[in-house]
């Protein structure tokens, strides 16, 4: 066995570790004037995790007696998370700045969390699956939480973490029944276990156990209540990156634990899993309805997407051949990619117009907004346009290909739930269009954050929302490489 | 004893925290409730562990990593707890009620 091997495979997650731990070495050395530098020493130790990414793409590999697989899918999440990561670090300080909240351990928080999602893309053993998903919610918990004097953000950072342990713990549950019943960890082991039988009683517990507790972490209907709170209670940038990473990382659990290892069984989630992506649609859509507070609104939005994501994996577990199962899975990643550059730009967005830290980001502080600052008012419109799924936005896209695996797979009423979902949702995100344009400013104007890093990282997302919309072909190898390594 | 007498301990173990978590109301309580529900999942993972037919180890060396992780968790847990009786002087979670629609 070639240990010096298997570490080059895990390049990626070193250099995260490695940048971890000289973000918090110069934090404590750095004067306090000097703190912003952290903020570009964490992108720049990013672009270099996302070039050792590129390093390992292509090399396909289990290793660690098993524990660790590095293929294409698992890279691909990675460059992902990367992303994720650059647009929070570059989004969040002036926000934590004008509050007097703390750089150094943010960045640090972030990094640990990115580094648990890079774990939990690549483990191909429940154990290592479990560590990863626990290091990557943990810091989030904190994150939630971070503004600690504020009761909000208290508020919220408790509920995610007292429902957020107790999903784990049910999830925990149906793990060690499907250890019990399979007798194995491994997850390409428990496929093979669990091929060519139906499900006996215990593992049928087991898997509603981890339905459950999975779903619970991405924020399905009816286990979102936590997503709100914890949402609109989190400092808003930071919200942007919860809805986004977790997620994302959430959403690598059930692609690994139910397209790999109960992709054998898959009809017998089938039915279950199409049902929770109608709840989750339709309810995330109808209650973002009525929100008068944007934050909120974009929180119950985060919810919607994930019901459009659960319907890829229904498509994928009722597809009737390996060309639709892929055409599934590169759905959902391409889903995942798009959503993560629309959606914390959007949360940022909100954030900005949070200068004066006593307003809280309603629907009114928009009012005008396309006067008062043209370019923001742009780049937000093209954001919601995308969240809309309005060509030629990545978000038009992301919905097409899922419209599309769930047709291809017999799933026509999904299909059309979806569609008329997006219409539903139109009304909310158009209306925040129609104050920043149609509306006269407030007399007494929010002020908004113009900070250098902010901008930047807004420009870098509005530029790969309508890059990937206007030529989502470029990312398609990828995708087609990344889903492939599941078959 | 056979194996089913220690999963339905487990079982009932794992009841009882998930019973109380929702029956309780102090953040500190329903933190204990929580790390009752993983001492359960430790139990049967243990037990199962114990009554595989070939010699393995998964099992167990999974039940130490879940009571590291817990470890974390409870630290986690109490940091949190600790914030927000600083701002609210009170752990009764029917308390915080900031954020609602």
Request: charged fraction near 10%; proline fraction near 4%.
């Amino acid at each position: 066995m070639n240990y010096l091997n298997d570490l080059f495979t895990l390049l990626p997650e070193i250099v995260l570790v490695v940048l971890v731990l000289v973000v918090i070495t110069a934090d404590l050395f750095l004067p306090r004037a000097d703190k912003w530098m952290l903020t570009p020493l964490t992108v720049f130790g990013l672009i270099l995790a996302g070039i050792a990414c590129v390093l390992v793409w292509g090399v396909n590999d289990t290793v660690f007696s098993g524990f660790y697989r590095v293929d294409d899918l698992s890279v691909f999440l990675k460059m992902v998370t990367v992303g994720v990561g650059i647009l929070s670090a570059l989004f969040v300080p002036s926000y934590l700045r004008i509050r007097r909240l703390p750089l150094g351990e943010f960045n640090a928080m972030l990094l640990f969390s990115l580094i648990g999602m890079c774990v939990l893309c690549s483990s191909s053993d429940l154990i290592t699956l479990f560590v990863g998903l626990e290091l990557m919610v943990m810091p989030g918990y904190l994150l939630t939480g971070f503004a600690k004097t504020d009761r909000y953000s208290n508020e919220g950072g408790l509920k995610y973490f007292l429902l957020g342990s107790f999903a784990s713990a049910i999830l925990l549950f149906g793990v060690s029944w499907t250890y019990g019943v399979t007798g194995t960890t491994r997850i390409d082991a428990i496929g093979q276990a669990l091929s060519g039988s139906s499900l006996n009683p215990a593992m049928l517990v087991a898997v509603a156990m981890l339905m459950v507790g999975a779903t619970f972490k991405v924020a399905a209907v009816p286990f979102h209540y936590w997503t709100p709170d914890a949402y609109q209670g989190a400092p808003t940038p930071i919200t942007g990156y919860l809805s986004v990473g977790p997620k994302l990382g959430a959403f690598a659990l059930l692609i690994r634990v139910f397209a790999e290892a109960l992709g054998p069984v898959r009809a017998d989630w089938l039915v279950v899993m199409a049902i929770l992506a109608v709840l989750t649609m339709t309810g995330g859509n109808i209650v973002a309805l009525v929100q008068t507070n944007v934050k909120r609104m974009l929180a119950y939005s985060a919810i919607a997407h994930s019901g459009y994501i659960l319907a890829g994996l229904a498509a994928f577990a009722a597809a009737g051949s390996v060309a639709v199962q892929r055409e599934s899975i590169e759905s959902i990643l391409f889903y995942l990619a798009g959503y993560a550059l629309m959606n914390i730009a959007a949360f940022s967005v909100v954030g900005m117009l949070q200068r004066d830290t006593s307003r809280f980001g309603g629907l009114r502080s928009f009012a005008g907004l396309g006067a008062r600052s043209p370019g923001r008012a742009a780049a937000m419109a093209i954001l919601l346009l995308s969240l809309t799924g309005i060509p030629p936005t990545v978000g038009f896209f992301a919905k097409w290909y899922v419209l599309l695996a769930t047709v291809d797979a017999g799933l026509a009423w999904l299909a059309v739930l979806i569609v008329l979902n997006a219409a539903l949702a139109a009304f909310y995100y158009l209306r925040v269009i129609v104050y920043m344009y149609m509306r006269e400013p407030e007399d007494d104007p929010a002020p908004i954050d113009a900070s250098a890093f902010g901008t930047v990282a807004l420009a870098l997302s509005v530029i790969g929302v309508i890059l990937l919309g206007v030529y989502p072909g470029a990312i398609l190898d990828v995708l087609r490489a990344s889903a492939g390594s599941l078959f | 004893m056979g194996l089913s007498a220690y999963l339905i301990v487990s079982t009932l173990l794992f009841a009882i925290g998930a019973f109380g978590f929702m029956a309780r109301r102090n953040g500190i309580l329903m933190l204990i409730c929580i790390e009752l529900m993983l001492n359960g999942v430790n139990l049967s993972l243990v037990a199962f562990n114990a009554y595989q037919p070939a010699p393995a180890v998964n099992g167990a060396i999974f039940a130490l990593m879940i009571m590291a992780v817990a470890a974390a968790e409870a630290t986690v847990g109490l940091a949190l707890v600790i914030a927000i009786i600083r701002t609210r002087q009170t752990a009764e979670v029917d308390q915080y009620r900031d954020l609602k629609e």
